[in-house]
Structure formats: C-alpha cells, structure tokens
C-alpha cells in the first residue's frame, strides 16, 4: 500500500483558511487521494476525494499536485468544530475499499 | 448521524471471553468494514464484506472472526480476549461501487477487557 506522510500536528485560527498538507510521492497512477477525519469521541468521517483535479465539496477543496505527488486539503474558514484528526489516505481501485489510516494531522481550532 | 449503527456501545469483560459486536449497515450498502482502534495502533483495517461474501482481509487475528448476513448486517465475533483487545471498534459501509465510493462510519463500540 502506497504511504502518505503527513505532519503530526497543525494550529488553526477560528475564520482563518486552513491547509492540511500530504505527501505521497510513491502515489500509483490508479491511487485515488482521499481525506477523512475524525471528530474527538466519533467515528472517522469522509470530506473529500479525487483523482487528478482539483475537488472542491461543500466541506473542503482538494489541490493536487500535477505530479500527484503531494496534495493539500483546504479548510476556507475554520471552525471550532473542525478540530480533528485529519488523515490522507490512498486508495487504489483494486484493492477491495479498504482504508489504511496513517497517523494523521491533530488540527487544532483556537478561537 | 451516518446512518451506521453499532451496538452495544460499550462492553466491558474479562480476559479468555468472547463477544461478539454487531453492526447495520446504510440503507443500502452492500460493503461492511470493521476496524479497530487502540492508542498505540491507531486505526486498523480487520476485514470487509461484501453481500454476504469477504472480501479482504487485514491485520485480523486468528481469535476474532465476522460475518455478513442476508440481510447485510454484520458481526465481529472475538474470542480469548486478551486485555490488548481493549480498543474502540468501528464498522463502516459503503455502496454498489465499494472501489473508491466513500465510506461511512458507525459510532464505534468500545471494548473493556479487565
């Protein structure tokens, strides 16, 4: 399985963008980048995916890279709720769904 | 709310019993997932179903066991417990297109062995 590194830590200010880094430069031409983050006493929750292009959702925007080697999510205003654990993950279309978690990004939202 | 539920929410038991966790997929969804999460592990695959059938496997031990019923929920049957079997335990699901569709996560249970 392709890895992600990802920094172990991030602070934000509340209404202030927010970029969440992620490099993957081992990333297959089949790895789909996805972004899921888990809310502290909750489950993971999905944000955002893509291939190539950019994404933009109602939660975050995807910047990847042209070489596909890093990409960023991006958070416009942060809110206290959007203190997490942020994790980039690759997917590959063959290998059956399954996420493999690294450590993740804690952000941290001050007000 | 996910549309994922887990139950129970929390268990607590002792070491050498078994339990079992049971979850029910959206609406839906034919994929089931299970993970595991404990503090110096992190977050970790055990095993998917699709409609009944597994379909991938990870780092899942010997003692614990799933299933997928005709009806798409699903058990995760653990035995021999061990108090390094004391972690959070989430269940997922996803839909038709399980290859990269996204994937929606339970409430978890939380296991206590003493």
């Known amino acids: 399985d392709a890895k992600t590194t990802q920094p172990n830590s991030m602070e934000s200010n509340e209404e202030e963008p927010v970029h969440l880094p992620c490099n993957h430069s081992t990333i297959s031409g089949t790895d789909y980048i996805h972004w899921y983050r888990q809310l502290p006493s909750q489950g993971p929750e999905y944000v955002i995916h893509g291939l190539t292009s950019n994404v933009n959702n109602r939660m975050a925007s995807l910047a990847i890279a042209e070489d596909r080697k890093s990409s960023t999510l991006i958070l416009h205003r942060a809110t206290l709720r959007d203190a997490a654990v942020y994790y980039c993950i690759l997917r590959a279309l063959n290998q059956g769904g399954k996420l493999i978690f690294g450590q993740g990004t804690e952000l941290s939202v001050k007000p | 709310d996910s549309g994922v539920t887990q139950t129970p929410k929390h268990l607590i038991t002792a070491t050498g019993q078994r339990v079992t966790l049971r979850c029910s997929p959206r609406?839906?969804?034919?994929?089931v997932y299970w993970y595991q999460q404990s503090l110096d592990q992190g977050l970790q695959f055990l095993i998917q179903?699709?409609?009944?059938?597994?379909?991938a496997k990870g780092n899942i031990l010997e003692r614990f066991s799933a299933q997928q019923f005709p009806d798409l929920h699903s058990e995760l049957n653990l035995s021999s417990l061990e108090l390094g079997d004391s972690a959070l335990y989430f269940c997922?699901?996803?839909?038709?297109?399980?290859?990269?569709?996204?994937?929606?996560f339970g409430p978890g249970t939380r296991l206590t062995v003493l």
């Open positions: 997922a699901s996803s839909g038709r297109g399980a290859g990269v569709s996204e994937q929606f």
């Open positions: 179903y699709y409609n009944g059938e597994e379909r």
């Open positions: 609406s839906g969804d034919l994929s």
